[in-house]
């Protein structure tokens, strides 16, 4: 029943290591998103997608690499991972995305400690 | 770029006081939203303003988007412990597939 799921909801991993997280929406939604909130809770987009295709780049390490294989699904690959990577990562998803009036949904987030 | 600003970043008050968070953009914009993210959470929608002067309200709280639509706030009457948790506004520029977020402020109750 779950409108936007994301995996894992913990991820501690060493220096250097690549890992993912995947996030999956079954609401029907066209937009999908990438947001780092870090330990002061700021919430920062980082990527979008719509219809599977990157609409939103923001300034973001190329480590970082979103992939969307259908329009429910945006995952996010990251390489060489830095201990400033450490944050809590979520996902988000609206109905069309662009210059609209859609309220986003997140998911419940995936918190990435690196050690 | 677009800058969203909130104060204040942190707010105590005793259960029962009333609570505002003020909402500041550099540029004009289309819509402005709010959200509430409570501790361990993930942000959830609570509203969305579109009008110049728009004033919402869902029970004890109320939004006002500004005249100008560069600025809102929130403001909750007699809070409960269940406020506790992080309010963003997130604003949206013309013609900009951005929302872009507030700094946030975060609201604790005391009993």
């Known amino acids: 029943d779950t409108a936007v799921s994301q995996t894992p909801k913990y991820l501690v991993t060493q220096m250097g290591n690549d890992k993912s997280i995947k996030c999956e929406q079954n609401?029907?939604?066209?937009?999908m998103y990438w947001y780092k909130q870090d330990s002061k809770k700021f919430l920062k987009i980082m990527f979008s997608?719509?219809?599977?295709?990157?609409?939103i780049n923001e300034t973001v390490p190329n480590r970082f690499s979103p992939k969307s294989p259908d329009k429910a699904h945006l995952n996010l690959h990251i390489n060489s991972l830095e201990l400033g990577d450490s944050a809590v990562y979520f996902c988000?998803?609206?109905?069309?995305?662009?210059?609209?009036?859609?309220?986003?949904?997140f998911g419940p987030g995936t918190r990435l400690t690196v050690l | 770029g677009q800058q969203v600003m909130q104060i204040p970043q942190y707010q105590h008050v005793q259960e029962g006081e009333d609570f505002t968070t003020y909402c500041n953009s550099s540029?004009?914009?289309?819509?402005i939203q709010w959200y509430k993210q409570r501790p361990g959470g993930h942000p959830v929608f609570l509203i969305q303003?579109?009008?110049?002067?728009e004033v919402k309200k869902q029970k004890r709280l109320t939004f006002q988007f500004g005249e100008a639509k560069k600025n809102s706030s929130l403001h909750i009457t007699a809070t409960q412990t269940t406020d506790v948790g992080t309010y963003f506004c997130?604003?949206?520029?013309?013609?900009?597939?951005?929302?872009?977020f507030g700094t946030g402020t975060r609201l604790t109750i005391i009993p």
């Open positions: 988000a998803s609206s109905l069309r995305g662009g210059a609209s009036t859609d309220t986003q949904y």
């Open positions: 609401l029907g939604h066209d937009t």
């Open positions: 997608y719509n219809n599977k295709e990157l609409i």
């Open positions: 540029t004009t914009l289309s819509n």
């Open positions: 303003l579109v009008k110049s002067g």
């Open positions: 997130a604003g949206r520029g013309f013609g900009n597939e951005k929302l872009t």
